[in-house]
């Protein structure tokens, strides 16, 4: 099933399972009880918003070989993780903001896992069971601030620098060798397959829970394949999971 969020009428925010004729209401949320509602609305009537409001977003740094290469880097022997906050989610189609303290902004199209009940400590053979399903993110740095830096709070951190959608996919196996990839205006940069993610999302999961508690609807990122570029006001962002689906962020300035 795909799970969306959106707003239906002047200021109702609900989830929805997306069907052939359009998209089904629910009534509360996937995370504690939820139920269809007989209300069905058209895709053109519907406004989507990020599938999910996170507490945390941790993402997960040169998990693809290709992608440490082009940053000079070599692979980490531990999965590498960081922080994104909860201000920096955006929905399909809200504008990325490109901040007045960086010339060189980056896209990062991932693989997000949202996380659907409490989880800590969780083994890497039950992870699954912890999950919701998957979306698309994009994980939008600022190149120049983490060089200056050192570390990656403030490149990655800026509001508007955590697309997320369109839908949750619950049906999702990563383990195949689906395509992951980024256009802008439609010129392919990144193209990657999920069978080359270093460090699989059972072990990620491992590693970060004997660190965190990860809450009902938190996002784990899972590293960008080779292609990184940058982006700038007036181009529109197109980062692409086969079996999941597109997600669409035109980029603005300030
Ligand atoms: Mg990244």
Redesign the pocket.
Known sequence: MKIVRLRSGRDDITYGGVEEEGIRLYRGTPFVAWEPTESLVTFEEAELLAPVLPTKIV?I?KNYADHAAEMDSVMPDEPLMFLKPATSVIGPHQPIVLPSQSTNVHH?V?LAAVVGKVAKNVSAENASDYLLGYTVAN?V?ARDLQAADGQWTRAKGFDTFCPLGPAIETEFDPGQGWTISCSVNDGLRQEGVLTDLHFGVGELLEHVTAVMTLLPGDVL?T??PAGVGPIEAGDVVECSIEGIGTLRNPVGKR
Do not use: H, N, R, S
Request: hydrophobic share 20%; no cysteine.
């Open positions: 993402a740094g990062e991932e994980d740095t990122l590293g960008t």
